[in-house]
């Protein structure tokens, strides 16, 4: 199975606030686009992926995105984060009607082609389902197949939201850069210890962060 992966972007200067004890105000929306790029360049790369729609309103961001091969949906909604999916899932899907969509968050710089790939064959198994994060407490991805509605539920305690929705939940070993998402500094660290893209590599060695 193919899937074509919704990935949101929020404005980046709004972004990654959780990280103000580890990147200045100034560095911080730069860092959260090198996440999503090394995010975007992944999935790109990742043999179950037959394409990647960023839905976002960040005109750099639409650019830089847009420029890895992603393409870009805006977020006509503004009604927040699970009003954005549902949008982008019914854009990809007035396309491709018949087509697998799944919800990718846009923090994860570790993520690895084959790990995705393994996370996204196991989801084809069913209607609906989800990876929690490596918290245990929220969600990385959440899968539709063909026919079936995304009904995405993410925020606060989004596993057990998605869990209740009816998704199955994808308990999976050795996926751990597809369950590694970003929001604090001790997380920064530790996808850095499973090794990050180019870019967020980059944009650690400026904020003289290393591997734990």
């Known amino acids: 199975m193919q899937w074509t992966l919704v990935i949101?972007?929020?404005?980046?200067?709004?972004?990654?606030?959780?990280?103000?004890?580890?990147?200045?105000?100034?560095?911080?929306?730069?860092?959260?686009?090198?996440?999503?790029?090394?995010?975007?360049?992944?999935?790109?790369?990742?043999?179950?992926?037959?394409?990647?729609?960023?839905?976002?309103?960040?005109?750099l961001a639409g650019r830089e995105l847009g420029a890895l091969g992603a393409h870009i949906v805006p977020d006509e909604p503004g009604g927040g984060l699970n009003a954005a999916l549902e949008h982008a899932a019914a854009a990809v899907r007035a396309s491709r009607p018949d087509g697998a969509v799944a919800a990718l968050n846009a923090d994860l710089p570790a993520l690895r082609p084959l790990e995705?790939?393994?996370?996204?064959?196991?989801?084809?198994?069913?209607?609906?389902?989800?990876?929690?994060?490596?918290?245990?407490?929220?969600?990385?991805?959440?899968?539709?197949?063909?026919?079936?509605?995304?009904?995405?539920?993410f925020g606060e305690d989004s596993r057990a939201r998605h869990r209740a929705s009816g998704a199955v939940e994808l308990r999976l070993d050795d996926v751990d850069s597809v369950r590694q998402d970003v929001d604090t500094g001790d997380d920064l660290r530790s996808a850095l210890a499973l090794g990050v893209g180019p870019r967020t590599a980059a944009m650690a060695a400026r904020l003289l962060i290393r591997e734990p």
């Open 8 to 59: 949101p972007v929020k404005p980046l200067a709004r972004a990654k606030s959780r990280l103000s004890d580890t990147a200045t105000d100034g560095l911080r929306p730069g860092l959260a686009l090198a996440f999503a790029q090394d995010t975007v360049a992944a999935a790109l790369a990742c043999p179950a992926v037959k394409d990647v729609a960023v839905v976002t309103d960040d005109a």
């Open 116 to 153: 995705l790939a393994r996370v996204l064959d196991a989801a084809a198994e069913f209607p609906r389902a989800f990876l929690p994060d490596a918290a245990a407490l929220g969600t990385t991805l959440l899968a539709a197949t063909p026919g079936r509605e995304l009904l995405p539920a």
